[in-house]
């Protein structure tokens, strides 16, 4: 293996979770705690394709970046597979959006809504 690809994988593996706090979403007085680390290539793709390949919406990606990738302290996902249609369709979008956003390197800790990101990505 070469010395590049193997510094570019210990780089990789040497990233720590981030966290955002979501009030929204936590109890007892405390703010939900969602983890969340870098993102593979082979994520990016199963976030934003769809099983023939085509390109998908970028709301549903915001929303399965959430699925796949929001994580408890410990690593493990904060929601299975079956909890997209609940995400897309009986959950606060701005929440979802904020978080999705962070996770997908949109905004570096910052909320940003859902309209400031499509005119961010109009004049890109």
Same mark, same amino acid.
């Given at each position: 293996?070469?010395?590049i690809i193997s510094s570019a994988k210990a780089h990789f593996s040497g990233q720590k979770l981030r966290h955002h706090n979501v009030p929204e979403w936590g109890s007892a007085g405390k703010p939900l705690k969602v983890h969340f680390g870098p993102l593979t290539v082979a994520q990016r793709?199963?976030?934003w394709r769809d099983e023939s390949g085509a390109t998908i919406d970028g709301n549903v990606a915001v929303v399965r970046a959430v699925l796949f990738n929001a /994580?408890?302290?410990g690593g493990k996902r904060l929601f %299975?597979?079956?909890?997209?249609?609940? /995400?897309?369709h009986e959950v606060d979008s701005?929440?979802?959006?904020?978080i999705g956003a962070l996770i997908l390197g949109f905004a570096k800790g910052q909320p940003?809504?859902?309209e400031q990101q499509? %005119?961010?990505a109009k004049n890109d």
């Open positions: 293996m070469s010395s793709r199963r976030i /994580l408890d302290a %299975d597979d079956m909890d997209e249609h609940a /995400l897309m701005d929440v979802v959006s904020r940003v809504s859902a499509i %005119d961010e």
